[in-house]
């Protein structure tokens, strides 16, 4: 996630669609536990947020986004693999341009070289903790 001792700022889109978000899936091998996050990534020096969501999605699922609205900030400390993290997201709604995003279950992306899986979840599954859904407090933007 980010060198140690280090803050990692985030900028991460908030998609949904009636019942569903669209998420990331990630896998903690320290923890053996499956969870969720919305997709997004790390705003670079003299970014801004909003630019940095866009330029994201662009890299990882070549997805333009409609509709950007600033939700808020939440700050994240845990433990990822063993080892403390710290992010501070800036969180935003948005949509997908293109309607084939909302057709698809699954999209498979690259994240640098790690292969990864983003999909609609019903947001039902996290209220009823079936699943987990990182950061905590994100269900208060939904």
Not at 113 to 142: C, H, N, Q
Request: proline fraction near 3%; aromatic fraction near 14%; charged fraction near 30%.
């Amino acid at each position: 996630m980010g060198k140690s001792n280090s803050i990692r700022v985030l900028a991460l889109g908030l998609i949904l669609n009636e019942t569903r978000l669209f998420l990331g899936e990630g896998h903690d091998s320290a923890k053996k536990q499956v969870f969720y996050r919305a997709l997004g990534g790390g705003v670079d020096f003299g970014e801004h947020s909003f630019d940095a969501l866009q330029r994201e999605f662009q890299e990882e699922l070549e997805a333009d986004l409609k509709n950007i609205e600033y939700l808020g900030c939440i700050e994240n400390i845990f433990e990822y693999k063993g080892k403390p993290s710290h992010e501070v997201i800036q969180l935003y709604r948005c949509d997908f341009v293109d309607p084939k995003f909302y057709e698809t279950d699954r999209v498979p992306f690259c994240e640098g070289k790690r292969k990864k899986t983003a999909m609609w979840v019903e947001i039902d599954k996290f209220r009823s903790k079936e699943l987990i859904l990182y950061p905590e407090g994100f269900l208060e933007y939904v």
